[in-house]
């Protein structure tokens, strides 16, 4: 016979490991649909066609209108990903706000994109 105190102990695991598995499955359907973010992405979709964040978009923006001279313009209606093959990944993360998020988030469009960032 299970006694009072037994049976509280193993209601008390049983909640815990239904919160664990809830927990779980939240991180697990935030990484399924960051899967397909970029899905769909080819390197003559134009930059402000893709899902990208705003971090990574200002920080491409900034990059391509001080290192090559464009015009906002020019980025917004011209650059494509086939054009962030031009980005020096070196350079790129030493831009302030360049963290690691935004660098991963930068190779994760270059590698759908089908392009090769430089060094």
């Not at 299970?2 to 359907?29: F, G, P, R």
């Not at 998020?101 to 430089?118: D, H, K, R, T, W």
């Amino acid at each position: 016979m299970v006694s009072y105190e037994e049976y509280c102990q193993a209601v008390q695991v049983i909640k815990e490991y239904k919160l664990q598995l809830e927990t779980d499955l939240d991180k697990l359907n935030t990484e399924v649909n960051d899967l397909g973010k970029f899905a769909s992405v080819t390197s003559e979709t134009k930059m402000i066609e893709t899902n990208c964040s705003v971090r990574l978009w200002n920080l491409m923006r900034d990059y391509f209108l001080t290192e090559y001279d464009l015009d906002s313009y020019k980025f917004y209606n011209e650059i494509r990903v086939s054009d962030l093959s031009k980005i020096s990944l070196s350079k790129f993360s030493k831009r302030r706000n360049a963290g690691k998020g935004a660098i991963e988030e930068l190779q994760e469009l270059c590698f759908y994109g089908g392009v090769n960032l430089q060094p």
